[in-house]
Structure formats: structure tokens, C-alpha cells
């Protein structure tokens, strides 16, 4: 059964990346947690190890089609997440599993309140 939850998580992730722009984790690491049971830690790693070839590879191409795609800017963006995700995996392994994912909960909730009330 948990590979069929995991299917869906992982097919949810898609659509919402495709549809949003956002990264999968937005969906990955909640489903991962809430849904299939896993530590915040193994959701954080497990998303991020998902995330690493495909990474909207066809959805880019999408908008890139389009010329919705500013290539300066994703090769800028790419060595900022290159950098900030070894800096963010080191910090998160001096956290506690509940802390973390009551700091992600914050994260996701002042997100949504900006683009709310924006």
C-alpha cells in the first residue's frame, strides 16, 4: 500500500510543479510525513534524492516552448540551490525531527499568508 501512496505523493508533486512553478517538496515532504509516515528527516532527504535528475525537466520544456524560461536565471537559481542545499542538509541534521517540521509547517504558513493577503 505504501507504494501506491508514495506513487500518488509523487504524481501530485508533479502536477503541482507543473501547474505552479513550485518545488515538489511543497507537496513531497507533507505527503511523505502525513501521509506514508515518515521522520521530517527522511522525507527532507528522500524528497531531495527524488528531486535530483528529473527536477521538471519536461515541464521546463513546456515553458520553455513558450519562452516562458529565463535561462540566466535558473543557471543563477541552480548554483544558489547547489550551495544552499549542502548548507540547509548540515544544518537540518542538528535538529530535532519535531522542530523541523514545525519550522517547515511555519515556512509553508508564512508563504501562503504572503501570497494571500499580497
Known amino acids: ?9 509523487g504524481l501530485a508533486a508533479g ?3 507543473g501547474l505552479f512553478g513550485v518545488g515538489g517538496a511543497v507537496v513531497i515532504i507533507p505527503g511523505l510525513v502525513l501521509v506514508v509516515g515518515l521522520s521530517q528527516h527522511t522525507a527532507n532527504g528522500t524528497s531531495l534524492a527524488a ?4 527536477v521538471g525537466i519536461l515541464g521546463t520544456l513546456e515553458y520553455y516552448k513558450r519562452g516562458q524560461v529565463n535561462i540566466r ?3 543563477i537559481i541552480a548554483g544558489g540551490l547547489l ?3 549542502l548548507v540547509g542538509a548540515k544544518l537540518a ?8 517540521r514545525r519550522a517547515f509547517g511555519v515556512f509553508l ?5 504572503r ?3 499580497s
Open 83 to 85: 550551495l544552499g542545499a
Open 93 to 100: 541534521g542538528h535538529v530535532g525531527d519535531l522542530a523541523l
Open 109 to 113: 504558513l508564512l508563504v501562503s499568508t
Open 15 to 17: 502536477v503541482v510543479s
Open 1 to 9: 500500500m505504501n507504494w501506491v501512496l508514495v506513487s500518488l505523493v
Open 73 to 75: 536565471y535558473a543557471a
Open 51 to 54: 528531486l535530483l535528475l528529473p
Open 115 to 117: 501570497f494571500l493577503f
